[in-house]
């Protein structure tokens, strides 16, 4: 079992999940391309063969770390948990913005929090509810700004129901992520992972895979790369840092998305994301500024 050091500070805890969060935003972006071009299930095999062939030598270097039994079914409870999140939410993901789909998903942090007393007996102190839903609230104005811009047909709508179901098993996931920094390194966390993941969507293949394009596989190496930069990134701070003092982190995962919607697939901010955004950050700070004055 590692035991990482504890620092005498949250913030660089905070800030490798802001970077790790960051990086699986601009990863959602090239996998949506992907998942346009061949589909959601081919984007998502091809993602994790490169994520796993790229953490290979670096597992290698690290002295080939292998899981205890118990370790082991942790990661692949985990693995199979993001197998479901990742279908539906890249399902519902091609269907309406990504703004919008990053903020039905911020439904998943409220949940953590009571994951998190149930799974890892962590108590739930009131600013991190507080944090939880402030960051919730600024989710709400910004997603009612953006739906109330356009018309949405049974497409959007059933997008919008899948990132709903997604969110519930981000929810676990983040939980389970707490649970699994803790008994493994992030190196063998993003190995068994990608190993993992790969080979959940490599046994459903026949039924859905599609021969990808070059632009196809551009994007799915990117998103292979950005999602394993993810999960060390993450793997490191949820080893050190509370769940509930991360979690309101994760709302910044929505600046991320609206920039890469902008930039690649011309999607349009409203005015409700000024006043969104200030309440993600305050929820952030509030988050954050408990575990700060205990240090």
């Given at each position: 079992?590692?035991?990482?050091?504890?620092?005498?500070?949250?913030?660089?805890?905070?800030?490798a999940?802001?970077?790790?969060?960051?990086?699986?935003?601009?990863?959602?972006?090239?996998?949506?391309a992907?998942?346009?071009?061949?589909?959601?299930?081919?984007?998502?095999?091809?993602?994790n063969?490169?994520?796993?062939?790229?953490?290979?030598?670096?597992?290698?270097?690290?002295?080939?770390?292998?899981?205890?039994?118990?370790?082991?079914?942790?990661?692949?409870?985990?693995?199979?948990v993001?197998?479901?999140?990742?279908?539906?939410?890249?399902?519902?993901?091609?269907?309406?913005?990504?703004?919008?789909?990053?903020?039905?998903?911020?439904?998943?942090?409220?949940?953590?929090?009571?994951?998190?007393?149930?799974?890892?007996?962590?108590?739930?102190?009131?600013?991190?509810?507080?944090?939880?839903?402030?960051?919730?609230?600024?989710?709400?104005?910004?997603g009612?700004?953006?739906?109330?811009?356009?018309?949405?047909?049974?497409?959007?709508?059933?997008?919008?129901?899948?990132?709903?179901f997604?969110?519930?098993?981000?929810?676990?996931?983040?939980?389970?992520?707490?649970k699994?920094?803790?008994?493994?390194?992030?190196?063998?966390?993003?190995?068994?992972?990608?190993?993992?993941?790969?080979?959940?969507?490599?046994?459903?293949a026949?039924?859905?895979?599609?021969?990808?394009?070059?632009?196809?596989?551009?994007?799915?190496?990117?998103?292979?790369?950005?999602?394993?930069?993810?999960?060390?990134?993450?793997?490191?701070?949820?080893?050190?840092?509370?769940?509930?003092?991360?979690?309101?982190?994760?709302?910044?995962?929505?600046?991320?998305?609206?920039?890469?919607?902008?930039?690649?697939?011309?999607?349009?901010?409203?005015?409700?994301?000024?006043?969104?955004?200030?309440?993600?950050?305050?929820?952030?700070?509030?988050?954050?500024?408990?575990?700060?004055?205990?240090?």
């Amino acid at each position: 079992m590692q035991t990482p050091s504890r620092p005498t500070s949250v913030l660089l805890p905070v800030l490798a999940v802001v970077a790790g969060i960051a990086s699986f935003s601009v990863m959602d972006a090239a996998m949506k391309a992907a998942s346009l071009a061949v589909g959601v299930l081919t984007a998502l095999l091809l993602r994790n063969v490169f994520a796993a062939v790229m953490t290979l030598p670096l597992w290698l270097a690290a002295g080939r770390p292998v899981p205890s039994r118990k370790v082991a079914k942790l990661h692949f409870q985990r693995s199979a948990v993001t197998a479901v999140m990742a279908a539906l939410f890249f399902h519902g993901l091609v269907r309406i913005p990504m703004a919008e789909g990053m903020a039905i998903s911020f439904f998943a942090p409220i949940i953590a929090l009571y994951f998190a007393a149930l799974l890892l007996g962590e108590t739930i102190h009131p600013r991190a509810i507080l944090a939880a839903l402030l960051g919730l609230v600024g989710m709400v104005v910004i997603g009612a700004d953006r739906f109330g811009a356009g018309e949405y047909g049974p497409d959007a709508i059933e997008g919008t129901i899948a990132i709903v179901f997604s969110a519930v098993f981000y929810a676990l996931n983040l939980v389970l992520q707490r649970k699994q920094a803790l008994l493994a390194g992030p190196i063998e966390i993003a190995q068994f992972q990608n190993f993992n993941l790969a080979l959940i969507f490599l046994v459903f293949a026949p039924f859905y895979w599609t021969m990808p394009d070059a632009a196809a596989l551009y994007w799915t190496l990117a998103g292979g790369a950005l999602a394993t930069t993810a999960l060390l990134f993450l793997s490191w701070g949820y080893a050190r840092a509370e769940a509930q003092v991360l979690v309101p982190v994760e709302y910044t995962g929505f600046l991320w998305a609206a920039l890469m919607g902008w930039l690649i697939f011309g999607e349009t901010l409203g005015p409700g994301v000024i006043a969104g955004t200030t309440l993600i950050v305050l929820g952030c700070w509030v988050g954050t500024m408990r575990a700060q004055n205990n240090t």
